[in-house]
């Protein structure tokens, strides 16, 4: 399989992360690509009509995007404990703190837009509080739930890789204030799937 990536996703790096976990990280060829919605990369389009990474290329079958889909295909391709747990409020919570997570990533990269991405004279501060708002909130609501975190899942991972691409990007700081996500975070950034996959690189509009 070949993993359409970029160095410096969050969400690229969070199905690279999973793969690492679930012990698929050797069957997978890293492909690096450098998208942006004003800058059009065709072999990413031909695979994900959205333009964007992570694209999951399997043999003989279709490719497959986003990192949620990702990461739940190849939770269906090992053999260890599944990192989505199946039933109960566990399923819900796990699911939940992926979404947070998706939306952390999500605000970040909506707020670089507003202070470094855009043409100063289209920037919208209004727009960067609002979204600056969401991730202090879901800091807030991590400290909380991560207090008792429980066994590895998909939350974890989609959270630890928003959170150090928030840190990589200078974007907020999560830790002032929040010790409990600060020592859960520190700990899930020395994981070898963590070490085994840095963030790199600049965005290229
Ligand atoms: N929800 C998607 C988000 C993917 C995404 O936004 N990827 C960015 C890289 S960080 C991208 O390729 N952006 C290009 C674009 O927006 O056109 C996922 O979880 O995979």
Same mark, same amino acid.
């Given at each position: 399989m070949k993993l359409l990536y970029q160095t410096h996703s969050p969400y690229a790096r969070k199905a690279l992360v999973f793969a690492h976990e679930v012990g698929l990280a050797g069957v997978i060829e890293v492909v690096n690509h450098e998208t942006s919605p004003v800058r059009r990369n065709q072999a990413v389009f031909a695979a994900n009509p959205l333009g964007k990474v992570p694209v999951l290329l399997r043999p003989g079958l279709s490719a497959l995007f986003d990192s949620d889909v990702i990461c739940a295909y190849l939770d =269906? !391709?090992? *053999? !260890? =404990?599944? !990192? +989505? /747990?199946? =039933?109960?409020?566990a399923r819900w919570a796990a699911l939940r703190m992926q979404a947070a997570a998706q939306g952390m990533a999500d605000a970040g990269i909506a707020l670089r837009w507003e =202070?470094? %991405? %855009? /043409?100063q004279a289209q920037r919208y501060p209004a727009l960067a509080e609002g979204h600056a708002g969401k991730l202090i909130a879901a800091y807030d609501w991590l400290e909380a739930e991560l207090s008792d975190p429980g066994p590895l899942h998909i939350g974890h991972i989609a959270v630890a890789t928003a959170l150090d691409w928030l840190e990589f990007r200078s !974007?907020? *700081? +999560?830790r002032k204030g929040r010790p409990t996500l600060t020592r859960w975070f520190d700990d899930f950034a020395r994981r070898p799937s963590m070490l085994a996959t840095p963030l790199s690189g600049e965005t290229q509009d």
């Open positions: =269906t !391709l090992h *053999d !260890l =404990t599944s !990192l +989505f /747990p199946s =039933t109960g409020e =202070t470094v %991405r %855009r /043409p !974007l907020s *700081d +999560f």
